[in-house]
């Protein structure tokens, strides 16, 4: 399975600034999807990225709010933009299998904080 | 569109009992099944997946789950548990279609060891 690391592993951050968090793949691969973990909560799908076009945003994200970029197909960011504290979160990115691509794989995650 | 349901937010458990954690889906078209571990502080970690053939898969570190299409359920189990299995389990749905790569999760059970 490929090995994905993020970067920060977490953040304190104040309210009305930004995040950049990243996501580097040991492989190449498609497709990157992040996701939002709320304190005790599930995850739910940011959205997806491809390379070379744009991200894909479920309902209830929006580009403003979290701009993505994926310049590569190893590498990917997720901005938080104009925090809140509600946006305190864990943030997972995670790929599907290049080999068994109905699988995916996570990152170890960014906890973020924002006060 | 794709619902998961986890039936037990928490389920403590001694240690080397038996343990069931419940997951029921919902959909319209047939639908690949996975169970992912979350650890204290860590990204996930798939456990199992259903794909096609045999109902009962088995996993990583013991567990095992059983597709039920009647009753729409997924439940895993391990029969004889430890205290490093305590972590919070997701079980998680996507559509064998060709509509997209989305992953749906349920809430997640937490799985309490006890010495």
């Known amino acids: 399975s490929a090995v994905i690391s993020q970067k920060p592993s977490r953040d304190i951050c104040q309210r009305g600034t930004s995040l950049t968090i990243q996501c580097q793949v040991d492989s190449q691969v498609t497709m990157m999807f992040w996701y939002r973990q709320q304190p005790g909560q599930s995850l739910t799908l940011i959205a997806t990225a491809n390379q070379g076009s744009e991200a894909t945003y479920e309902s209830g994200f929006v580009i403003d709010k979290f701009p993505i970029s994926r310049p590569n197909l190893t590498f990917s960011t997720l901005t938080v933009s104009n925090m809140s504290p509600e946006d305190s979160s864990i943030y997972l990115c995670?790929?599907?299998?290049?080999?068994?691509?109905?699988?995916?794989?996570f990152g170890p995650g960014t906890r973020l904080t924002v006060t | 569109a794709q619902s998961v349901t986890q039936l037990d937010s928490q389920v403590p458990v001694f240690e080397e009992a038996p343990v069931e954690l419940r997951c029921n889906y919902s959909s319209s078209v047939s639908v690949y099944l996975f169970w992912y571990v979350q650890y204290p502080n860590q990204g996930l970690q798939l456990l199992l997946k259903?794909?096609?053939?045999?109902?009962l898969v088995k996993g990583i570190n013991g567990f095992e789950a059983e597709f039920n299409k009647s009753q729409t359920s997924f439940h895993l189990r391990k029969p004889s548990v430890h205290i490093r299995d305590t972590a919070e389990y997701f079980c998680?749905?996507?559509?064998?279609?060709?509509?997209?790569?989305?992953?749906?999760f349920g809430g997640g059970t937490r799985l309490m060891v006890k010495p």
């Open positions: 259903y794909l096609s053939g045999s109902t």
């Open positions: 998680a749905v996507r559509e064998n279609n060709n509509a997209g790569n989305m992953l749906t």
């Open positions: 995670s790929v599907e299998d290049g080999d068994r691509p109905v699988e995916q794989y």
